[in-house]
């Protein structure tokens, strides 16, 4: 539903998606899910994949092997340099 998709605060938005790259089973589906098609139409903008469903595919590979939350970390820690 729409209000599973409802953000928060910045703190809570960001527990959220940290949620989701650490592959908490507690995390929002819904949350998930919107985060992979996000994903993979960037991937699809950025001339990374094809189409859609290679970009889902590319993203949800990312979330599940822990690429998406090991980048995220070496983001944090580059700007907090």
Same mark, same amino acid.
């Given at each position: 539903?729409?209000?599973?998709?409802?953000?928060?605060?910045?703190?809570?938005?960001?527990?959220?998606?940290?949620? =989701?790259?650490?592959?908490?089973?507690? #995390?929002? @589906?819904?949350?998930?899910?919107?985060?992979? %098609?996000? !994903?993979?139409?960037? *991937?699809?903008?950025?001339?990374?994949?094809?189409? =859609?469903?290679?970009?889902?595919?590319? #993203?949800? @590979?990312?979330?599940?092997?822990?690429?998406? %939350?090991? !980048?995220?970390?070496? *983001?944090?820690?580059?700007?907090?340099?």
């Amino acid at each position: 539903s729409i209000d599973a998709l409802k953000g928060g605060t910045g703190t809570e938005n960001a527990a959220s998606l940290r949620a =989701v790259l650490e592959n908490d089973p507690n #995390a929002s @589906s819904a949350y998930r899910d919107v985060v992979l %098609l996000n !994903a993979a139409c960037a *991937l699809v903008a950025g001339g990374h994949e094809a189409d =859609v469903k290679a970009g889902l595919e590319r #993203a949800r @590979s990312s979330l599940d092997s822990g690429a998406a %939350l090991s !980048a995220l970390d070496k *983001l944090v820690r580059i700007t907090n340099q």
